[in-house]
């Protein structure tokens, strides 16, 4: 039935801890291979491009946004951030990779970049996948709203099946 089964993760415990006991057996029941996802946003700001000039006949340029003035101070900063946020996703992917091996699960990671909403739906598409499970937070209502939702961008826009699942609370007395 399902022969690759794509994981959206955001690095949260409560992602990990809600999905992965079901992508587990779906795997095992189906024998999928399963493709963790990490999905690194590009920091906002700019670095090592020209900014608009504040006025036609003003000979420089100035930065837009206080960010860019940020940028712009230390050039190599936006590469290192991007790096930096890589290498986080790629340790976070791989720790769960491994967790899916020890279970003798086929399983790989994939780290891209860019929004992670578009990002998920077209590398599902690409991959020619037939699930993706993601965790739900749990928000709704005005939050939902306000912050925006991959999970609800991914829903609404994937051509792949989506199955989400709901983060269970703690039990009392549980940590």
């Known amino acids: 039935m399902f022969k690759k089964i794509i994981v959206p993760c955001d690095g949260s415990e409560l992602a990990h801890d809600s999905v992965f006991p079901h992508v587990e057996e779906l795997a095992k029941a189906t024998g999928a291979e399963v493709i963790i996802v990490r999905v690194v946003p590009v920091p906002a700001g700019r670095s090592s491009t020209a900014f608009r000039a504040a006025a036609p006949e003003m000979p420089i340029s100035l930065p837009e946004t206080p960010e860019d003035a940020r940028v712009a101070r230390h050039p190599i ?40 909403a578009d990002e998920i739906i077209e590398y599902a598409k690409e991959q020619d996948a037939d699930l993706i499970v993601m965790c739900s937070h749990g928000r709704s209502g005005i939050g939902r709203w306000v912050f925006g939702s991959v999970t609800d961008k991914v829903l609404r826009g994937a051509e792949t099946p989506v199955l989400i699942i709901r983060p269970q609370k703690p039990k009392a007395g549980t940590v």
């Open 77 to 116: 900063f936006k590469d290192q951030e991007i790096a930096s946020a890589e290498a986080d996703a790629r340790h976070s992917v791989a720790r769960a990779e491994a967790m899916l091996h020890e279970k003798g699960i086929s399983a790989r990671a994939e780290v891209l970049l860019g929004r992670p």
